[in-house]
């Protein structure tokens, strides 16, 4: 083996070598009696790879390669969404580089440019999932716009269609203006900004009274309808039924009662506009109120406002409006106001509710099965508190805008005749059989909604609506592993359209990850300059190519100086290369039930740790064994018994945690056990062993097999290192398999359970470290050999002794073990306890009493020091106020180490001086 661990050379090599050799392929264990599969949540052919994203695929790999090595035939299906409105602008952009619009193309050439852009440079997103490592059947990857899944969504909207359960319908939906299309609720972005709170006067007719609204949209006031009061409010009783002149335009609107209103909030009166607000529009519904859309389609004034506002931009005509207002007196007053304003994700435009034709799933059918799906348990969540978020929309569920005005995704197969009448159908000429012959027919120009396509997915994917081998075996899939931001427009409709379509739940466990934050709870967004790319925490990135990532296009001086000051503070050095395992196990750390995730740079060092352990322990014992012939039946020591019998239970917790989807306890089950037991002290324990003719044999097989039975546990982690030191220490397996990758799971074995070796360890461990205690309290270097006494045995102690005494002598540094009987005085000693025996260790010629007094008083005066600075700066009010949250939970986090050390070493003056 190399003597340094190299994550580079090792990854590029197993990469290649897993995949040409289709170790990830669904068809291996195909005579197994059990089928385990997980569909890849398809990311946007646009993107590229997110903490998020490596995050969910770690444990997605994790739990596939697992169940592949229990011998499940497994299917880990990948492929890609056609994201319809973001690629769209990807190349509608590229266009307008050259000055060219997709309208200059026309939708058939710009449809041919999109698909010439996704097989040039759709595949980012996937050759990074490869760097991580990811074991998808790559032979099975799949486009949401390739022919079979297009056929799919075809079928389902026509017999959705045919059922009654779409339509087409005049409804309120989230507009963008730029992009010219709905969109859903997911591609809207709603930030705290500061705006204005208009009080507006509305003069009741024939009367003196006014009635004042506030909004923070004045301009909608143009498509007012009513004006609406609690039923219960004193002050406006004698109103209701009675109509107010609607300011600046020649319409008057009636004075409505609706239990809608919070009479406590402003003056208890509200300007309702169905057609520019969704909670106005279900009033106006309720009350059937007109819909008066005031707006284009790209939010200019239109023609039902009064003539001196149209055509002018909405917030030009805003200014207008409350400029007339103004002039007429019927401004009450003006506030500042914070409020939250939703953006296109795409565009940054200011979302309208918008009143327009588009096309419609009548959800609640569909809804009812689905909720029962999980009542009744034929479906998961996992945490269980997510049922709750689930039941709360699914039973408040409102019918689905399922069309885009977009040119890049699944065209809606619907033609109109010239009267406007409807004809769905697979192709025209199937239309035209609908409509008669000679009948001239238009296609409907929309797209469907990206999620319509993706809600059919865990059974698209699988072949359906051909019953294939593949759909029957592994439908429905075992998890789904997702976050919380989808549950409704994802999840919820995969789940909706399983059980109509395939007869079945799409999946038995939904596993909702945590969202992935930066160190300081932060989400992570360009905005805020804090975005990691796991790409970059792989392979390793210089401090000036990282600012240039994160300030890159950002048209804000002082938000680019900000985040450079930030970056230059956080990664003075740059991001070092951490490699794929230590990115992954930090992955599975962090993969507890938390809704929100802190990542930290110092877990990933951390992790980049364990593997340089692991890599150096695999080293020792190579080294050892090289050359040397393993005899598998040897007999065992009891340090060989004990690692073997931790083994197993460490195998039982590993289980335990994976069949509940800790991954966090997993790891960290398997970090102790490799660190602890098998470095700390097994490998320690061994050298002695070696050394004796009588167990070295026993030593050498465990050695191995515990190794080589861990690499198997930790290789659904970190794959990369544990195939490269398997391929290493092949030769010395007793089962010659030839990659790790196809080893099978370790069974656990009861019978190596060792209760007796494990209190006999656990007697030496608490003997040695005893020892070491007393090193480290009286300041005594950890080579010197020291005499030891040892008084006050039990039988187990004396069995103890004799059958460790050389493993005890060379851990311990001890020149001499003597035994006192319970009348005989010691010498002046440090003590320790094991039980009830007693560990002296004399002190003469070692500690010089008065000397080491002096120096822990010394050490004891700088820390108190140290302790009245810090308590200082946090009893100070300014500074706990003022200073940002990070830096006061340092200075404790500063003053709790320094009272843990001051404690520390006033105990160990008491001891010396009672010495």
Not at 454 to 462: E, G, H, K, R
Request: aromatic fraction near 10%; hydrophobic fraction near 35%.
């Amino acid at each position: 083996m190399e003597k340094t661990y190299n994550p580079e050379l090792i990854e590029a090599k197993f990469r290649d070598i897993w995949e040409q050799s289709h170790f990830f392929s669904s068809q291996l264990n195909s005579n197994s009696q059990n089928a385990y599969s997980i569909v890849l949540p398809p990311p946007n052919v646009t993107g590229s790879l997110h903490m998020g994203h490596a995050f969910q695929h770690t444990i997605m790999d994790v739990l596939t390669r697992y169940h592949r090595s229990k011998g499940d035939q497994t299917l880990w299906q990948p492929g890609t969404d056609h994201a319809g409105i973001a690629t769209q602008m990807v190349v509608e952009r590229q266009l307008e580089r050259q000055n060219i619009s997709r309208h200059d193309l026309g939708r058939e050439k710009f449809t041919e440019k999109v698909w010439d852009w996704k097989h040039h440079s759709g595949g980012t997103i996937t050759s990074q999932m490869r760097r991580l490592g990811t074991s998808v059947d790559w032979e099975r990857e799949c486009f949401t716009m390739d022919k079979t899944l297009s056929d799919a969504v075809q079928k389902v909207f026509i017999e959705l269609y045919n059922e009654g359960l779409i339509y087409r319908g005049k409804r309120l939906v989230n507009w963008d203006p730029v992009l010219l299309t709905a969109v859903s609720d997911l591609e809207v972005i709603s930030t705290e900004e500061q705006g204005s709170l208009w009080h507006i006067r509305y003069p009741v007719a024939n009367s003196d009274e006014v009635m004042v609204v506030a909004t923070t949209r004045p301009e909608t006031m143009l498509g007012d309808s009513a004006v609406a009061i609690h039923p219960n409010d004193d002050r406006y009783q004698h109103l209701i039924g009675k109509m107010v002149n609607l300011p600046l335009t020649n319409r008057q609107i009636p004075i409505i009662a609706d239990n809608y209103v919070d009479m406590e909030f402003g003056t208890g009166c509200v300007k309702i506009t169905p057609a520019h607000d969704f909670n106005d529009y279900e009033i106006g519904q309720k009350h059937e109120l007109e819909n008066i859309n005031i707006l284009t389609d790209d939010a200019k004034i239109n023609l039902n406002a009064p003539k001196a506002y149209q055509n002018l931009d909405r917030f030009i005509a805003r200014k207008t409006v409350v400029k007339d207002l103004e002039k007429q007196n019927l401004i009450e007053k003006i506030d500042p106001h914070t409020m939250m304003v939703p953006r296109g994700d795409r565009t940054n435009s200011v979302i309208e509710p918008y009143m327009t034709d588009q096309w419609f799933v009548k959800i609640i059918p569909l809804a009812e099965p689905a909720i029962n799906a999980v009542k009744n348990g034929d479906i998961r969540f996992i945490p269980e508190n997510w049922e709750k978020t689930y039941f709360n929309w699914m039973e408040n569920i409102e019918d689905w805008c399922i069309s885009r005005q977009i040119w890049w995704g699944h065209r809606i197969p619907a033609w109109y005749d010239k009267n406007g009448k409807i004809y769905v159908a697979k192709n025209f000429t199937e239309a035209q059989k609908q409509a008669g012959k000679g009948v001239e027919l238009t296609q409907d120009e929309d797209v469907l909604d990206t999620w319509f396509s993706s809600a059919l997915w865990p059974f698209s994917t699988l072949g359906w609506p051909e019953k294939t081998s593949e759909l029957s075996r592994f439908y429905p899939t075992s998890v789904l592993v997702t976050g919380f931001d989808i549950i409704f427009f994802w999840v919820a409709r995969m789940i909706m359209f399983g059980i109509k379509f395939a007869g079945n739940v799409p999946f038995k466990d939904i596993y909702i990850t945590g969202l992935i934050k930066d160190g300081h709870g932060q989400k992570m967004s360009k905005s805020k300059g804090n975005v990691l790319d796991p790409i970059d925490l792989i392979d390793g990135i210089s401090l000036e190519e990282l600012l240039e990532k994160r300030t890159q296009g950002m048209m804000q001086p002082e938000l680019a100086k900000k985040i450079t000051k930030q970056t230059e503070k956080e990664f003075s050095n740059g991001i070092p290369s951490f490699g794929t395992d230590a990115l992954r196990f930090t992955f599975t750390t962090l993969a507890s039930f938390g809704r929100d995730i802190k990542f930290d740079l110092k877990r990933v060092e951390g992790c980049r740790n364990f593997c340089n352990k692991l890599w150096n322990a695999s080293r020792f014992v190579l080294m050892k064994l090289e050359s040397r012939l393993i005899d598998f039946d040897a007999t065992l020591s009891t340090p060989d018994k004990w690692i073997l019998s931790r083994l197993q239970h460490t195998k039982i917790a590993v289980e335990k945690h994976l069949s509940e989807y800790r991954l966090d306890l997993m790891s960290q089950t398997l970090y102790e056990f490799v660190w602890h037991d098998y470095c700390d002290w097994y490998l320690e324990l061994s050298k002695p062993l070696l050394d004796s003719k009588e167990t070295r044999s026993g030593c050498e097989a465990t050695l191995i097999k515990v190794l080589s039975e861990t690499l198997t546990l930790l290789h659904p982690i970190i794959p990369f290192i544990t195939e490269e030191i398997f391929e290493q220490c092949r030769s010395l397996n007793d089962d010659k398999s030839e990659r790790l990758i196809t080893k099978p799971y370790p069974e656990i074995d009861q019978t190596l359970i060792s209760k007796n070796s494990e209190s006999e360890i656990a007697w030496l461990q608490e003997f040695i470290l005893g020892i070491r205690q007393i090193r480290g309290e009286m300041n005594i270097s950890p080579g010197k050999p020291l005499p030891c006494f040892i008084q006050n045995l039990d039988t187990s102690d004396k069995a103890y002794i004799k059958s460790n005494l050389s493993i005890i002598e060379t851990l311990a540094k001890l020149e001499s073990i003597k035994q006192l009987s319970e009348n005989d005085s010691s010498p002046e000693s440090a003590t320790a306890l094991v039980g009830e025996m007693k560990i002296l260790i004399p002190l003469a010629g070692l500690v010089d009493k008065k000397q080491e007094i002096l120096r822990l008083n010394k050490e004891i005066e700088k820390l108190i020091k140290h302790q009245r600075q810090y308590t200082g700066k946090l009893n100070n009010k300014k500074f706990i106020s003022g200073a940002p949250k990070e830096v006061v939970e340092k200075e404790q986090s500063k003053l709790s180490s320094v009272e843990k050390a001051l404690g520390d070493l006033e105990l160990q003056l008491k001891k010396i001086s009672s010495l």
